[in-house]
């Protein structure tokens, strides 16, 4: 668990404890530095994740203000390298569905490192929390790779780097699209949820040095159940871009 995700579960705690009402204040960013003896950056990233679970908003020049004592569980992804996004599925598991060799892969998942005519394996099967189904997820492999699914059920964490090392191959980089759509009916059985419950998807290439595809997968997440948040930094100028005097 990262500097922040501690952070924000021991602020989480706090809120439900009661140490926070709501529509009290939190410390000040400076407060909570000091306190928990981290960045700013820290802080910030913390304060973020506690706004997607919908537990605070956040007013500049008022401060952070608890509006509700608890949530339900939400899957938050907050992310900024590639490594993030891999390990943002530790605390989670997979059950495995379905699964056998198809023409193709999924048609909103062509790219010119994955064509629609290439056979792949497919395996569909559900992410769980703690609490709660968060997604029903999708996967296309290579045939070569099509053993992997022996291995998954019930398999904590992420599933690349489980493939990584199965078959020794290495990750470089992941393509992602959000966006949102309607839950289907056979999705919603999966889910617990209506037909037409409003969803995010989360269309992913992860791909190797060479910029062939590994595996593309589709996650369908229930609105209230996903939140994705994305941490970005300036690149500050090295010394031979500052000016000289």
């Not at 960013?29 to 605070?56: F, K, P």
């Not at 956040?58 to 390298?81: E, N």
């Not at 590639?82 to 943002?88: C, D, G, K, R, Y």
């Not at 037909?195 to 995010?200: C, E, R």
């Given at each position: 668990?990262?500097?922040?995700?501690?952070?924000?579960?021991?602020?989480?705690?706090?809120?439900?404890?009661?140490?926070?009402?709501?529509?009290?204040?939190?410390?000040?960013?400076?407060?909570?530095?000091?306190?928990?003896?981290?960045?700013?950056?820290?802080?910030?990233?913390?304060?973020?994740?506690?706004?997607?679970?919908?537990?605070?908003?956040?007013?500049?020049?008022?401060?952070?203000?608890?509006?509700?004592?608890?949530?339900?569980?939400?899957?938050?992804?907050?992310s900024d390298s590639v490594e993030s996004?891999?390990?943002?599925?530790?605390?989670?598991?997979?059950?495995?569905?379905?699964?056998?060799?198809?023409?193709?892969?999924?048609?909103?998942?062509?790219?010119?490192?994955?064509?629609?005519?290439?056979?792949?394996?497919?395996?569909?099967?559900?992410?769980?929390?703690?609490?709660?189904?968060?997604?029903?997820?999708?996967?296309?492999?290579?045939?070569?790779?099509?053993?992997?699914?022996?291995?998954?059920?019930?398999?904590?964490?992420?599933?690349?780097?489980?493939?990584?090392?199965?078959?020794?191959?290495?990750?470089?980089?992941?393509?992602?699209?959000?966006?949102?759509?309607?839950?289907?009916?056979?999705?919603?059985?999966?889910?617990?949820?209506?037909?037409?419950?409003?969803?995010?998807?989360?269309?992913?290439?992860?791909?190797?040095?060479?910029?062939?595809?590994?595996?593309?997968?589709?996650?369908?997440?229930?609105?209230?159940?996903?939140?994705?948040?994305?941490?970005?930094?300036?690149?500050?100028?090295?010394?031979?871009?500052?000016?000289?005097?």
């Amino acid at each position: 668990m990262t500097k922040y995700q501690q952070l924000a579960q021991d602020l989480k705690t706090s809120i439900a404890d009661g140490r926070w009402g709501v529509g009290q204040l939190l410390p000040t960013e400076s407060q909570l530095c000091l306190h928990y003896g981290v960045s700013r950056i820290t802080v910030r990233a913390a304060i973020s994740a506690l706004s997607a679970l919908g537990l605070v908003s956040k007013r500049p020049g008022v401060g952070t203000r608890v509006v509700r004592p608890a949530s339900h569980q939400r899957f938050v992804h907050t992310s900024d390298s590639v490594e993030s996004v891999l390990q943002f599925t530790e605390a989670t598991r997979f059950e495995l569905l379905q699964q056998g060799l198809v023409p193709g892969v999924d048609p909103s998942l062509v790219r010119p490192d994955c064509p629609s005519g290439q056979p792949r394996f497919w395996f569909q099967g559900l992410r769980c929390g703690v609490q709660s189904t968060l997604c029903v997820a999708d996967f296309f492999v290579s045939p070569l790779h099509a053993s992997l699914a022996e291995v998954l059920p019930g398999h904590q964490g992420s599933i690349v780097m489980l493939m990584q090392k199965l078959f020794n191959i290495e990750l470089k980089e992941i393509e992602q699209t959000i966006e949102a759509c309607a839950i289907s009916a056979s999705q919603a059985k999966m889910l617990q949820v209506r037909a037409g419950t409003p969803a995010l998807v989360t269309r992913r290439w992860h791909r190797d040095a060479r910029g062939h595809n590994l595996i593309a997968s589709i996650s369908t997440y229930p609105s209230d159940r996903y939140s994705y948040s994305i941490l970005l930094r300036k690149n500050l100028p090295s010394e031979q871009d500052l000016p000289t005097s």
